[in-house]
């Protein structure tokens, strides 16, 4: 009988091969993420699948995309919500963007967008502020399939509840259902929402800077990756900022562990808003 | 009757869960040398002011827990509200914004199974008051890998579900105790050089 330690050693090792397989084939690199979230969630893809071990699972992903491809997208769906956070919104809506409509044009950049519902949540905010038409819109995730799914604005009907009570709490003063159209059973985000939206394949473990960004969005992303990888993208992050820019996180996460803590000033008191010094 | 060694305590709680840990952090020793890692269920809206309330209850310090906090014995963290907590298998602490296991962030059972990664035999895991079954699988994978389970006795529960799921779950804990001895039993278990 193997021991309870063994056991553990045993399934840490076809998880490390299981990640050089992933990385030697098809590029993604899940090297730097935390280990005791990515470990659920391949086990989760086990599961899901009829494959009887993570080593064979291994054998699956070398040979057959498709199989691979749904273990990316188990590995790379972070659920969120319209306006998750409503006080954070409410910082953007009534501190950030009176700063940013004072420029001739905006940038804004959603950096790990998923599904997309936090790209939606800040369009209404700029459309509601009156200042979308001047934004350019890049959100980004290194999927393709939860792009196509952001790129669509579809939000399961059961959702519409939650997201209606957060879009109150963040300040919205208008009606939340003015900017979805609602189906049988999910409601579509409406077009105008997306006019200024580039939906875009980026992957923050290994691609380069977006240039002369305004503000950078990107949430509960920064939880999932270690120290050093966290820090590649925050200088990503900083890189890609123009002086005054902004940068906002996750209400969990910090700047400060990384090179670039120096490079920004706390923007907000209550959220995790930074702006790059000028 | 042999020495048993013990490096973290993990509690699952919901409904009620306020009083409970109250109860339990007023009585355990000044001293206690090991960390405690609670995961509690709370409106996903609400304010990390758990960790505020309980501190006055307590001798040891209470503190909500961040990404990568690296876990320190004598210290309480609690899981923020809205977020997954993971323990690593380096003994630092993880959050993460998964799906709901069991209907909910946090989910206990996160934080048991993961803990059991990091700690196996060495984990003491703790079911309190609380009306769902969350908890139940993860204290499963708890004795299962030779970690010691507690569960407070559903009669002295506010709300007698999880601990009874719990109790059904594992068919048996090691301990069953009323919530006034909790503490108290977690008190002799870290003491050095206890056998059991």
Same mark, same amino acid.
């Given at each position: 009988m193997i021991s309870g330690n063994e056991e553990r050693d045993n399934e840490n090792l076809e998880i490390n091969l299981l990640i050089r397989a992933v990385k030697e084939k098809y590029g993604y690199d899940f090297s730097g993420y935390s280990r005791a979230s990515l470990k659920r969630r391949i086990k989760k893809s086990l599961s899901e699948s009829d494959a009887d071990s993570i080593s064979s699972m291994i054998h699956r992903i070398i040979y057959e995309k498709e199989y691979f491809h749904n273990l990316l997208l188990n590995l790379s769906i972070n659920v969120t919500e319209m306006f998750r956070d409503p006080g954070f919104f409410r910082s953007i809506r009534d501190e950030v963007i009176p700063v940013l409509a004072e420029l001739a044009s905006i940038r804004i950049w959603h950096a790990g967008c998923s599904t997309g519902e936090e790209v939606y949540s800040m369009a209404i905010l700029l459309k509601e502020a009156g200042i979308y038409n001047k934004c350019q819109i890049f959100a980004t995730d290194f999927n393709q399939v939860v792009l196509e799914k952001a790129k669509e604005g579809i939000l399961p009907i059961g959702n519409l509840k939650e997201s209606t009570r957060n879009y109150q709490k963040s300040g919205g003063r208008g009606s939340f259902a003015d900017w979805y159209t609602a189906r049988y059973d999910f409601a579509v985000m409406k077009s105008v929402l997306r006019k200024n939206i580039l939906f875009a394949d980026h992957n923050l473990v290994s691609d380069e800077v977006f240039s002369q960004v305004d503000l950078v969005m990107c949430r509960n992303?920064?939880?999932?990756?270690?120290r050093p990888l966290q820090n590649r993208v925050f200088k990503l992050f900083s890189n890609s900022l123009s002086h005054g820019g902004f940068l906002a996180i996750g209400s969990?996460?910090?700047?400060?562990? #990384? #090179?670039i803590t120096d490079e920004f000033e706390k923007f907000s008191t209550k959220q995790k808003i930074f702006r790059k010094k000028i | 009757m042999k020495d048993r060694h013990f490096s973290c305590v993990v509690i699952g709680v919901s409904a009620g869960g306020l009083n409970a840990l109250t109860v339990i952090f007023h009585g355990l020793s000044a001293d206690f040398p090991i960390p405690v890692v609670v995961v509690q269920h709370e409106? =996903?809206? =609400?304010?990390?002011?758990l960790a505020e309330l309980l501190n006055?209850?307590? $001798?040891l310090c209470v503190k909500t827990a961040e990404e990568k906090d690296t876990i320190e014995g004598g210290v309480i963290y609690i899981c923020p509200a809205n977020y997954h907590l993971l323990i690593e298998e380096n003994r630092t602490l993880s959050l993460s914004v998964d799906p709901r296991v069991n209907h909910a962030r946090p989910s206990i059972d996160v934080l048991f199974e993961t803990a059991v990664s990091a700690y196996g035999k060495e984990l003491i895991a703790v079911i309190l008051t609380g009306? =769902? =079954? $969350?908890?139940s699988t993860g204290l499963r994978q708890v004795m299962d890998n030779d970690g010691y389970a507690i569960v407070q006795d559903p009669a002295t529960a506010y709300s007698r579900i999880m601990p009874e799921a719990a109790i059904k779950a594992c068919r048996f804990p090691d301990e069953i105790v009323p919530l006034e001895e909790v503490s108290a039993r977690l008190n002799d278990l870290c003491r050095k050089g206890y056998s059991l």
């Open positions: 992303v920064l939880i999932y990756f270690d969990k996460e910090t700047i400060h562990f #990384s #090179s | 409106k =996903s809206d =609400s304010e990390d002011l006055y209850k307590t $001798d009306a =769902s =079954s $969350d908890g």
